[in-house]
Structures are given as C-alpha cells and as structure tokens.
C-alpha cells in the first residue's frame, strides 16, 4: 500500500464487489476500511475497484485510493498497459509447450452465468507456456493480452482441458479443493504510474500442489 493504491492478496471465495444476489462482505468493503473517503468519489459498490477477480479465483488485484490513480489504472487497464499473468492447473494436457489462444467470447445465451465462444464476440487473447506436468494435470502460465470477463477460464474449457474444479466450465469436482476455490491464480501484475514501475508477485494457494502430487 501506498498514497495512491493498495495491492490485494485475493482469497477465494470473496467477491471483489458487491452484487445484486448477495450481501456477504466483499473486498471492496476491506478497501473502505482501509480509506473511508473513497466513497466520496467512487463509483457506488464499486469504489476504487480498477479490476476484478472472479469469486473462486484468487490473487493480485490493485485497488485506487484517489481518483486520479483510479482514472489513470482504468485507462492503462482499457489500453492494455498492465501486465497480468495467471497460474493454472488444468485437467489433462495442452497440445504444445507455448501458444496463443484467441477467440471470441460472448455471455452465454444457454447459461447467464457462463461466457461462451461465438462469432458474434469480443476477441480474447491469451498466451500460454506449460511449467509442469503430471499423469492428469498441467501446470500452465498465462499472460493476458485482453481482460475479457472469465477469459481463462472459457478457453481452456475450449481446449477440453478445463482450470480444475471449475464445474461451471466443465471441469469435474475435484475433492481435494472446496467448492468456491478453483485452481486459478492471479500471479503476477505490473503497472506504471506517474512515471514509476510497479511489480507483484504472489504465490498460489496450496491446494494447487495438493492437485498436482495426486
């Protein structure tokens, strides 16, 4: 944490913000404690939120603490400017060692909940690089190029080898990991703002060994 941002280390199962389905606490309520005036200009339930993680997933998510940081990352975020890298377990095996991965995604038209791949979507690229493997499972670096809602996750179900305990995109339920944890993690983010270079790094849950020793 610093004047202008404060970086997280999101658990699974925490919203980032509030939502219209629940009114557990979220991250965005650890944030207002943190700095209470933020409502003063943040967008309503969304205070000071730049990006988001999704619920089960979990790692590094900045958070703006004046609103002109929060302008500044909004506008790097929608231009591409932040670097962002994901660690993944996935069921079974990619079919090379390195690739990019680019397809259109759209909201499900059978499932609200879901993004699906559809010609009529918006283009999401991904890059990937395998780090390890076991019998049933890869561990894969990803570095996002677009920030599509659910983007990881959508393409690997697309490549039939679903983020592990994703059961909303077909993955099996794996018994090793609670229900609202899926083996997804925000590893790596970096940023510059007001001409100086931020970098952070987190290590991911300790379930994703668990995973991979089976």
């Known amino acids: 944490q610093n004047d202008n941002f404060v970086v997280f280390n999101k658990p699974n199962g925490l919203l980032t ?3 219209s389905k629940s009114n557990e606490k979220t991250l965005r309520d650890y944030l207002i404690e943190i700095k209470p005036q933020i409502k003063e200009w943040g967008v309503e339930n969304r205070e000071g939120i730049v990006h988001r993680l999704d619920k089960v997933t979990s790692g590094l998510i900045v958070c703006a603490l004046n609103e002109e940081t929060f ?34 995604l759209k909201r499900s038209v059978s499932n609200r909940s879901k993004r ?12 990937y690089e395998i780090i390890k493997t076991t019998n049933k499972h890869s ?5 996002l190029i677009t920030g599509r ?9 697309y490549l ?24 997804l993690h925000s590893h790596m983010l970096n940023f510059t703002l007001f001409e100086k270079n931020f970098s952070f790094k987190s290590s991911p849950p300790e379930f994703f060994n668990k995973v991979l020793e089976v």
């Open 116 to 127: 699906a791949v559809s010609k009529k979507g918006r283009l999401s690229i991904s890059e």
């Open 160 to 183: 039939n080898s679903p983020v592990v305990n994703d059961t909303l995109y077909s993955a099996k339920r794996n018994n090793l990991i609670n229900s609202f944890e899926i083996c």
């Open 17 to 19: 913000h509030p939502n």
């Open 71 to 104: 302008n500044v990352l909004k506008k790097q975020f929608q231009d591409r400017k932040v670097g962002k890298k994901y660690l993944a377990v996935i069921e079974g095996h990619l079919k090379s060692e390195t690739g990019k991965i680019e397809l259109p």
């Open 149 to 157: 809602n659910h983007q990881v996750r959508v393409q690997m179900e």
């Open 139 to 143: 561990l894969v670096l990803i570095t």
